[in-house]
C-alpha cells in the first residue's frame, strides 16, 4: 500500500502547477484522500483539498477558487490542479489518506506520500 506524489517543481507567480498522488497496492476510489502541505522543519501539515470515495471534494479557504482536486479512477490517481500561484504557496505538498482529528479538522493518515516540493518564486 502506496502513495507516490509527483509534479512539484519551480514555478513564477501567477503560474500553475498540476501534482498527481499514484497509489499502489489499494483502490483510491474506496477512501479519502487528501492533499497537505508541511513547511520545512514543522511539524504541522496544513489540510489543502480532499476528494472522498463518492466524488466530493472540499478545499481550505485560503486555496477555494484556485486550487481543484480530481481523480482519474482507470489510472488510480488523485490530481491536484493549483492555478494563479502565489510565493506563500511555496511548500512540501503531499497526499494521504485523510482522517478527522479531535478538533473536527482534517489530518493525514496512512498511507502517506513522501511529498513533492512547491516553490513559486516572485
Known amino acids: 500500500v502506496q502513495l507516490q506524489a509527483s509534479g512539484g517543481g519551480l514555478v513564477q507567480a501567477g503560474g500553475s502547477l498540476t501534482l498527481s498522488c499514484a497509489a499502489s497496492?489499494?483502490?483510491?476510489?474506496?477512501?479519502?484522500i487528501g492533499w497537505f502541505r508541511q513547511a520545512p522543519g514543522k511539524e504541522r501539515e496544513a489540510f489543502i483539498c480532499?476528494?472522498?470515495?463518492?466524488?466530493?471534494?472540499d478545499c481550505s479557504d485560503s486555496v477555494k477558487g484556485r486550487f481543484a482536486v480530481s481523480r482519474d479512477d482507470a489510472k488510480n490517481t488523485v490530481y491536484l490542479r493549483m492555478n494563479d500561484l502565489e510565493v506563500d504557496d511555496t511548500d512540501l505538498y503531499f497526499c494521504?489518506?485523510?482522517?478527522?482529528?479531535?478538533?473536527?479538522?482534517?489530518?493525514?493518515?496512512?498511507?502517506r506520500g513522501q511529498g513533492t516540493q512547491v516553490t513559486v518564486s516572485s
Open positions: 494521504a489518506s485523510v482522517m478527522i482529528g479531535v478538533d473536527l479538522s482534517y489530518i493525514p493518515g496512512d498511507p
Open positions: 497496492g489499494f483502490s483510491l476510489s474506496r477512501h479519502a
Open positions: 480532499l476528494i472522498n470515495s463518492s466524488g466530493t471534494t
